[in-house]
Nanobody, 120 residues
Framework: QVQLVESGGGLVQAGGSLRLSCAAS????????MGWFRQTPGKEREFVAT????????YYADSVKGRFTISRDNAKNTVYLQMNSLKPEDTAVYYC?????????????WGQGTQVTVSS
């Protein structure tokens, strides 16, 4: 069983930065592609970013491209999301996800989520 625990959310002003972390309890972390999704009330969960098992490939939603960076440390079983130039529309609950394939497309596992609030 894979357990994902996010941290690093909080309240930040527009233009500010936050770094989210997701610690994975899993046998072989490097077997899993990792990703970040987000959700606001009344809306479907949406893709934010994904990173391949080795970290060599990354993909982003157009809405965050150039502002967010996903990375991973396979030695620490952790994936990160560096969020810069935050906007009020980035406000959401952010979820970490894991999938046993090259990149995350249909996650096998989810974290519990961490709230990010960007004030204008």
């Amino acid at each position: 069983q894979v357990q994902l625990v996010e941290s690093g959310g909080g309240l930040v002003q527009a233009g500010g930065s936050l770094r989210l972390s997701c610690a994975a309890s899993v046998g072989t972390f490097s077997s899993y592609a990792m990703g970040w999704f987000r959700q606001t009330p009344g809306k479907e969960r949406e893709f934010v970013a994904t990173i391949s098992r080795s970290g060599g490939s990354t993909y982003y939603a157009d809405s965050v491209k150039g502002r967010f960076t996903i990375s991973r440390d396979n030695a620490k079983n952790t994936v990160y999301l560096q969020m810069n130039s935050l906007k009020p529309e980035d406000t959401a609950v952010y979820y970490c996800a894991a999938e046993l394939r090259h990149i995350v497309a249909a996650p096998d596992y989810w974290g519990q989520g961490t709230q990010v609030t960007v004030s204008s």
